[in-house]
Antibody
Framework: QVRLVESGGGVVQSWRSLRLSCAAS????????MHWVRQAPGKGLEWVAF????????MYVDSVKGRFTISRDNSKNTVILDMDSPRIEDTAVYFCAKDGAAGGPTYFDNWGRGTLVTVSS | SYEMSQPPSVSVSPGQTARITCSGDRLGDKNICWYQQKPGQSPVLVIYENIKRPSGIPERFSGSNSGNTATLTISGTQAMDEADYYC??????????FGGGTKLTVL
């Protein structure tokens, strides 16, 4: 049974940084690409970042390029999202999601429950 | 950047067929999937690669994609299908893009 558990959310000031983590289990983590997807309060889904299975290929939505960094540790079955200089508009629930194909990015066949990030000035 | 549009809301009577559309330039050339999200819950994949249904998803959910429009069809809609639905596309140029979402109301 696939399980994705996000942690690290909370209230963060815009001049600080925040690290989100996603602990994965129930599948061969090192074979799967992973993503972060966010949802602002009352809004729709927005894809944030992608990392390939071995970590060599990364992609970001334009609005976070240069500020957010996605990484992974296949020895610990963990994917990370480092948020530097977060903005008020980054306030959202951040979901960790598993890519459905060996390559990617494609679609998300499993999602975590999300962690809420609130950015204050 | 690539954009896809969905109607904000769709209403359907129980037992009837609901159709939720997703529009974008030459959308038929891309791979599309659909997610269902109920209030306070994480999204659930209901259709992937345009027409495929993950295990555990009822047969009443089906998908199509041609031209500039992809469609999620729910046949014999049930009250439990009331939710927000999002289309999503991916390719090597756009990476991942979501539609704005459609709120399905089962009256």
């Amino acid at each position: 049974q696939v399980r994705l558990v996000e942690s690290g959310g909370g209230v963060v000031q815009s001049w600080r940084s925040l690290r989100l983590s996603c602990a994965a289990s129930g599948f061969t983590f090192s074979n799967c690409a992973m993503h972060w997807v966010r949802q602002a309060p009352g809004k729709g889904l927005e894809w944030v970042a992608f990392i390939s299975s071995e970590g060599s290929h990364k992609m970001y939505v334009d609005s976070v390029k240069g500020r957010f960094t996605i990484s992974r540790d296949n020895s610990k079955n963990t994917v990370i999202l480092d948020m530097d200089s977060p903005r008020i508009e980054d306030t959202a629930v951040y979901f960790c999601a598993k890519d459905g194909a060996a390559g990617g990015p494609t679609y998300f066949d499993n999602w975590g429950r999300g962690t809420l990030v609130t950015v204050s000035s | 950047s690539y954009e896809m549009s969905q109607p904000p809301s769709v209403s359907v009577s129980p037992g009837q067929t609901a159709r939720i559309t997703c529009s974008g330039d030459r959308l038929g050339d891309k791979n599309i999937c659909w997610y269902q999200q109920k209030p306070g819950q994480s999204p659930v994949l209901v259709i992937y690669e345009n027409i495929k249904r993950p295990s555990g998803i009822p047969e009443r959910f089906s998908g199509s994609n041609s031209g500039n429009t992809a469609t999620l069809t729910i046949s014999g809609t049930q009250a439990m299908d009331e939710a927000d639905y999002y289309c999503q596309a991916w390719d090597s140029y756009t990476a991942v893009v979501f539609g704005g979402g459609t709120k399905l109301t089962v009256l």
